[in-house]
């Protein structure tokens, strides 16, 4: 169930407060970024915590663990990096996003400071190898869930293949240009290759209905997909 967006103002205020009083002139900035920006109804907020100089990072997270514990009104995702770790963006990423992360990122909103991802970004062919790899990720977990390997995951949406196909596709189309969202992206991959899914593979999606063995082939029609563009990109980057 998602939280009403009654919540970014107060408690993201709140917490800014919180964190100015005590990393003091330690802290660099405060940003805002996900589905709380997009949407009215979200699930978390995505806040992201720049230090200057890392002086005592397990008092640092004592502290944003004691501000993760004492909000419960709001999900809270919060990540703690150090300037030092963002200034390369080629070799910047955000869990398992890659580098292309920092485009949404400089679009956070800034609630404290300033935000060093408008400054900088990553390489286009960073950007590629970042999104390249995401794909793989899921097709390769795929293939191991056809195979009935059992993987360990938090994920427990009966809508799973559904969604993560649409993250497949999501980034296959990032690889062209900007989307908002997973449902723009369905768009412009129809539009692109209207012809990549049969009539039946469609109302999968759609239905969201089905299996690893329903969704394997689409899978690996957009891996492939992937691959072509990847090397369009860097035979032209080279």
């Known amino acids: 169930m998602s939280h009403s967006a009654i919540y970014p103002p107060d408690v993201t205020k709140n917490i800014t ?19 709380s920006l997009l949407y009215k109804n979200y699930w978390d907020l995505d806040l992201m915590i720049l230090l200057k100089e890392k002086k005592h990072p397990k008092k640092d997270l004592v502290f944003l663990k004691k501000i993760f514990k004492n909000h419960k009104g709001a999900v809270l995702d919060l990540q703690l990096f150090y300037l030092k770790e963002v200034e390369n963006p080629d070799l910047f990423s955000l869990d398992a996003h890659g580098a292309f ?10 609630l404290f400071g300033e935000n060093p991802f408008v400054l900088h970004a990553p390489s286009s062919q960073i950007i590629t190898v970042s999104l390249i790899n995401r794909i793989q990720r899921y097709i390769f977990q795929a293939r191991q869930e056809y195979l009935g390997i059992v993987r360990h995951n938090k994920d427990r949406n009966p809508k799973y293949h559904q969604k993560h196909l649409l993250r497949t596709i999501f980034d296959l189309m990032l690889l062209f240009e900007p989307c908002k969202d ?7 991959f129809y539009i692109r290759y209207p012809n990549a899914f049969s009539t039946q593979q469609k109302t999968l999606i759609e239905t969201s209905k089905g299996d690893i063995s329903d969704f394997i082939e ?4 957009v891996y492939d997909i992937a691959l072509e563009i990847s090397k369009t990109k860097f035979s032209e980057q080279s």
């Not at 919180?18 to 589905?35: A, I, M, P």
């Not at 992360?101 to 800034?110: E, R």
């Not at 997973?182 to 412009?188: Q, S, T």
């Not at 689409?218 to 029609?221: D, L, P, Q």
């Open 17 to 35: 407060k919180k964190l100015q009083e005590h990393f003091d002139d330690n802290l660099h900035s405060v940003l805002l970024y996900g589905s």
């Open 101 to 110: 992360f920092s485009s949404i990122l400089a679009k956070a909103n800034v």
């Open 182 to 188: 997973a449902d723009e992206a369905e768009v412009l």
């Open 218 to 221: 689409m899978y690996e029609i």
